[in-house]
């Protein structure tokens, strides 16, 4: 038997569990902290396997519960593959990025 599906979202920080009164965080993906995007951004890439930023953005966005691409996040995974490229804990080869 699976797992609650609201689970996974509740353990990535997406939705709180208050008493049973779930809500959202935060209502879109730039009301977000920039550390936790970070983390979860990293996360999201399970493994060192170099992946195409597109589709490092797109698991970034399923991760977080997104079922579809907004400009806004593609703006914010870009903004992150660089800030953590800066910061050392990306690599990037081309079009390609992986965990550091």
């Known amino acids: 038997m699976g797992s609650d599906p609201l689970q996974t979202p509740a353990r990535r920080g997406v939705i709180k569990n208050d008493g049973g009164v ?13 550390d936790f995007l970070n983390e979860q951004f990293l ?13 490092a953005i797109r698991a970034f966005m399923h991760w977080l519960g997104y079922s579809k691409m907004t400009e806004g996040i593609g703006d914010m995974g870009k903004s992150l593959i660089n800030g953590l490229i800066q910061d ?3 690599e990037s080869e081309g079009t390609r990025v992986r965990k550091a």
Request: proline letters at 0%; hydrophobic letters at 35%.
């Open 22 to 34: 779930l809500s959202l965080f935060a209502k879109s993906i730039d009301d977000y902290d920039r």
């Open 43 to 55: 996360a999201s890439l399970e493994g060192k396997a170099w992946r195409e930023r597109d589709d």
């Open 88 to 90: 050392g804990k990306l």
